[in-house]
């Protein structure tokens, strides 16, 4: 199993600012990374796929990098909306595997 | 607009097998790439993806669980429809089901099930 590792596992931020996550996988993955948003109680939401490309609907201050096994969730003046886990998934191969999430809190 | 929901108990004894159903609605799974997945989340825990059929019938499981899990579709009734066999308290987590081509995206709103005596 191609196993996910997300830092930090928690950032506290105020509006604003600036914020970078990252995931590195156990293996190469090429470009077959995705990232999640989760809010409390409610279910995932998907930002970004092919590790940088932006789903529709989703705000331009979210934007992702990397390919191989280093993989970046950039979020650009974070809004009070923002404040949530984050989850980065492996696509390339099954099973399909999760980070064990980043918590964004406000400072 | 793609919408899922899952159905089952919200309860189930150690040992007992679950079964959760998801519907759908807004695509359809005889439709070429279209898979819909389950994933679960134990409180205050990571996601976990469980198992995953595609709209050629193809299905593909975690290792960790492929003994215990089935899964099947409906194409008729737009469901999909997950077994779980041998439920033990560790089990207890908020079941989710989602469409997914890149991606799981939609995802349902989940089913918590809790597995107690």
């Known amino acids: 199993d191609i196993q996910m590792t997300q830092s930090p596992s928690s950032v506290s931020a105020s509006v604003g600012d600036r914020v970078t996550i990252t995931c590195r996988a156990s293996?190469?993955?090429?470009?077959?990374l995705v990232w999640y948003q989760q809010k409390p109680g409610k279910a995932p939401k998907l930002l970004i796929y092919?590790?940088?490309t932006l789903q529709s609907g989703v705000p331009s201050r979210f934007s992702g990098s990397g390919s191989g096994t280093d993989f970046t969730l950039t979020i650009t003046s974070l809004q009070p909306e923002d404040f949530a886990t984050y989850y980065c998934?492996?696509?390339?191969?099954?099973?399909?595997?999760f980070g064990q999430g980043t918590k964004l809190e406000i400072k | 607009q793609i919408t899922l929901k899952e159905s089952g108990p919200t309860l189930v004894k150690p040992t007992q097998t679950l079964t959760l159903t998801c519907t759908f609605s807004g695509f359809s799974l005889t439709t070429s790439g279209v898979g819909v997945g389950w994933i679960r989340q134990p409180p205050g825990k990571a996601l976990e993806w469980l198992a995953l059929?595609?709209?050629?019938?193809?299905?593909l499981y975690s290792p960790s669980l492929k003994n215990r899990l089935t899964i099947t579709k409906d194409t008729s009734k737009n469901q999909v429809v997950l077994t779980m066999t041998n439920m033990d308290p560790v089990d207890t987590a908020t079941y989710y089901c989602a469409h997914t081509r890149i991606g799981f995206d939609p995802w349902g709103q989940g089913t918590l099930v809790t597995v107690s005596s």
């Open positions: 092919s590790a940088s």
């Open positions: 293996q190469a993955i090429s470009n077959w």
């Open positions: 998934q492996q696509a390339h191969s099954f099973p399909y595997t």
């Open positions: 059929i595609y709209w050629d019938d193809d299905k």
